[in-house]
C-alpha cells in the first residue's frame, strides 16, 4: 500500500447493526487506517448522527455507539504504540455540534439533482421502497458525509471503491460553495483507496463476512463465542475422511490462517492437508489459536477499557477539544464569507473547558524553566519523534521529547536554541527512553505548534 504522509485525514465509523466490529472489518479497513494514521494528522470520529438514518431506537442506538467506541479504541491501542495513539484525535461526532451547522448551510449551495444521483437514495428505489418512504436523512447523508469532512478541511478520505462517489460528491459540494463565495474555503479532499483492501469472505465461504448473515469471527466475543464461530468455517466440501487429499484454495479456513497464522507453520498445515494427513479440526483449532494470539493485545485493551469508562470520557474528550479547534476555526470562515457574521453579531464560539478548573495554588506547582537544546536528532524507529537533550541549569542536561516531526519539523529547528520547557512532569516511557519533561508550545496555524523563544534569558531560570 502506497501511503501518504504528512496529510491530514478524517475517517468516520457508524454504529450500524449492533455497532461490533468481525476481523473482516479488521482486514477491510481499519488495518489500512491504522498504518494511514502512523503518518498523518488524523481524525476519527464515530459518526453517530449517521446512525439515524436506520436506527430509531434510544437502547439500541445508545448500545451500538458505546459497543463501537470500545471495539474501535481496542483496536487502536492494541495496535498502536502509545504516541501513535495519542497522537489520533479520537472524537464523537454529535459532540462537535458544527458538522449540523455546517451542513445546514452546504444544503443552499447543493443542487437536487447531485443527491438524486447518490448510490444510498438509488439503491432504495431500486429496493421498490417508495420515495415517500425515504427519510430525508438518508437522501441528504452525502450532505452531512460532506460536511463532515468539509468541517476539518481533510485532504485525504480512506474509503472503499462503493463509498468514492460520496467523495466525488464532496468536492462538487466544496467546488459550488468556494465559486459562489468566490473564496476558496473548503479544501477539496482526495478520496484514498488502498489498491490492497482485502474484500473478506464470510466463515460460509460464500458470501460477503457480515453480522447480518451471521458469517463472522468476532474479536472480542467470549472465547467461546470465538471458537464457535471458527469451528463452524467453511472448508473442504468434498473431503469425506480425514485421510482423503484436501484443497486449500477456496478453504476458508486456510484464508484465514494467511492473515494471522506463521507463515512457515501455515505452509506446512497445507501441505499436510493436502496429502489428507491433518484433519479439519486440527486446522481450525490452529485457526482459533492463531486469532486469539494476533488479537490478544486488542482484547486486553478492550477489558481495560470497558472496566475504566472514565479513561474512556477522558479519550473523547480530548479528541473533542481538539477537533473543535478546527471546526471552530472552518465555520468562522464560513459564517464569515455567507454574510451572517455583521456589526450586530455577538454570537461566538465557546470550546467547553474539558475536566476540572484548577486552583492558583495547583497551577503555581507547574514548574517552566528555561533550557537550551545542546542536541537534536531524530528518533531512529519513530516518523514523529524529535529527541532533544536540554540543559536547564542542572548538573546533568535532560533527554525531552517532542513529536513534531510530522509537522515539517526537523532537529535543526531546535539545536543550539533556547525554549520554555515544563520540567516537573512525571518522566514518561518514549521508545526505549524516558522523556524528562516537556517543551512548551502553543496553538498555530492549522493546529501547528509554535515554541516559544527563550533567547537571551538565563538557562535554568524558572517562569514565575
Given amino acids: ?44 470520529m464515530v459518526a453517530d448522527l449517521h446512525g439515524l438514518t436506520t436506527i430509531q431506537d434510544k437502547k439500541q442506538l445508545q448500545q451500538n455507539i458505546e459497543t463501537l467506541i470500545l471495539n474501535e479504541l481496542a483496536l487502536l491501542k492494541g495496535f498502536m504504540t502509545d504516541d501513535e495513539f495519542n497522537n489520533i484525535i479520537f472524537f464523537r461526532q454529535s ?35 417508495m420515495e415517500d418512504d425515504i427519510n430525508v436523512g438518508l437522501f441528504s447523508y452525502p450532505m452531512l458525509m460532506a460536511a463532515d469532512i468539509l468541517l476539518y478541511q481533510a485532504d485525504i478520505v480512506p474509503v472503499g471503491k462503493d463509498q468514492k462517489q460520496h467523495i466525488e460528491i464532496t468536492r462538487d459540494i466544496a467546488g459550488y460553495f468556494n465559486k459562489i463565495y468566490k473564496k476558496n474555503v473548503f479544501k477539496l479532499p482526495a478520496p484514498f483507496i488502498p489498491e490492497e483492501v482485502a474484500v473478506v469472505m464470510g466463515t460460509d465461504g460464500q458470501r ?12 472480542f466475543e467470549s472465547e467461546e463465542v470465538i471458537r464457535k464461530q471458527v ?11 480425514v485421510t482423503d487429499p484436501g484443497h486449500v484454495e477456496g478453504n476458508m479456513v486456510f484464508t484465514y490462517l494467511g492473515f494471522f497464522g506463521e507463515p512457515s507453520r501455515v505452509k506446512k498445515m497445507k501441505e499436510l492437508y493436502k496429502e489428507g494427513k491433518v484433519s479439519d479440526v486440527k486446522v481450525k483449532e490452529y485457526l482459533y489459536e492463531s486469532v486469539m494470539t494476533y488479537f490478544g493485545p486488542a482484547r486486553r485493551a478492550y477489558d481495560e477499557l470497558k472496566n475504566n469508562p472514565a479513561l474512556v470520557k477522558e479519550i473523547l474528550a480530548r479528541g473533542q477539544e481538539r477537533a473543535l479547534t478546527i471546526a471552530i476555526q472552518t465555520m468562522k470562515q464560513v459564517r464569515d464569507v455567507i454574510g451572517v457574521t455583521t456589526q450586530y453579531s455577538f454570537f461566538d464560539y465557546q470550546k467547553p473547558v474539558s475536566g ?76 526505549n527512553e524516558e522523556s524528562q519533561g516537556m517543551i512548551l508550545a502553543v496553538d498555530g496555524a492549522s493546529l501547528k505548534p509554535q515554541f516559544v523563544s527563550a533567547e537571551g534569558m538565563p538557562v535554568g531560570a524558572k517562569i514565575r
Avoid at 506547582?365 to 536547564?392: C, F, H, P, T, Y
Fill in 1 to 44: 500500500m502506497n501511503i501518504p504522509v504528512n496529510k491530514r485525514l478524517l475517517s468516520g465509523i457508524t454504529p450500524s447493526g449492533d455497532g461490533s466490529l468481525h476481523i473482516g472489518n479488521y482486514l477491510g479497513a481499519v488495518r489500512q487506517f491504522i498504518e494511514l494514521a502512523k503518518s498523518n494528522e488524523t481524525y476519527l
Fill in 208 to 219: 460477503k463476512m457480515s453480522k447480518s448473515l451471521g458469517n463472522v469471527i468476532a474479536m
Fill in 356 to 431: 476540572k478548573t484548577i486552583s492558583i495554588d495547583e497551577f503555581a506547582r507547574v514548574e517552566l524553566r528555561v533550557g537550551k537544546v545542546q542536541e537534536a536528532k531524530n528518533k531512529e524507529g519513530s516518523d514523529k519523534l524529535i529527541r532533544l537533550v536540554v540543559d536547564i541549569g542542572e548538573e546533568n542536561p535532560r533527554i525531552i521529547f517532542t513529536g513534531v516531526r510530522g509537522f515539517g519539523y526537523t532537529p535543526e529547528d531546535f539545536l543550539g536554541k533556547q525554549f520554555f520547557f515544563i520540567t516537573n512532569l512525571a518522566p514518561r516511557k518514549m521508545m
Fill in 231 to 241: 469451528m463452524g468455517t467453511f472448508t473442504d466440501p468434498t473431503r469425506k475422511h
Fill in 95 to 129: 459532540d462537535v455540534p458544527m458538522h449540523t451547522e455546517c451542513q445546514s448551510i452546504i444544503n443552499n449551495v447543493t443542487p437536487l439533482g447531485l443527491l438524486k444521483r447518490a448510490h444510498a437514495y438509488k439503491d432504495k428505489l431500486q429496493k421498490d421502497v
